[in-house]
């Protein structure tokens, strides 16, 4: 059994920052890329970085140059530094990875969220 538990959400205000943590526990053989997705009061789930195991990232436009997506491979932990936060960030922020659980077993989890919350 594969968990996902992040961490570092609430509540700041415009231009501030966070850190958010996410734990990968569990059987695991390896992780594979991971990433960190949003989805803000009634819109669709979006992608807003991925880091590969090599350290390979990428981010969606609008958070370029305030986000950093990073990781630790031994701790199995991924970051996301998130500077000068706008309105338009809040969501609950949802972590991801692709996980191999053994040689022959590849599947991608996901963690519950934390609430990023931004205020003007």
């Known amino acids: 059994q594969v968990q996902l538990v992040e961490s570092g959400g609430g509540l700041v205000q415009t231009g501030g920052s966070l850190t958010l943590s996410c734990v990968v526990s569990?059987?695991?053989?390896?992780?594979?890329?991971m990433g960190w997705y949003r989805q803000a009061p009634g819109k669709q789930r979006e992608l807003v970085a991925t880091?590969?195991?090599?350290?390979?990232?990428n981010y969606v436009d609008s958070v370029k140059g305030r986000f950093t997506i990073s990781r630790d491979n031994a701790k199995k932990m991924v970051y996301l530094q998130m500077n000068s936060l706008k309105p338009e960030d809040t969501g609950v922020y949802y972590c991801n990875a692709d996980v191999q659980t053994s040689v022959f077993r590849r599947m991608n989890y996901w963690g519950k969220g934390t609430l990023v919350t931004v205020s003007s």
């Open positions: 880091i590969t195991s090599g350290g390979n990232t």
């Open positions: 569990g059987t695991i053989f390896s992780v594979n890329a």
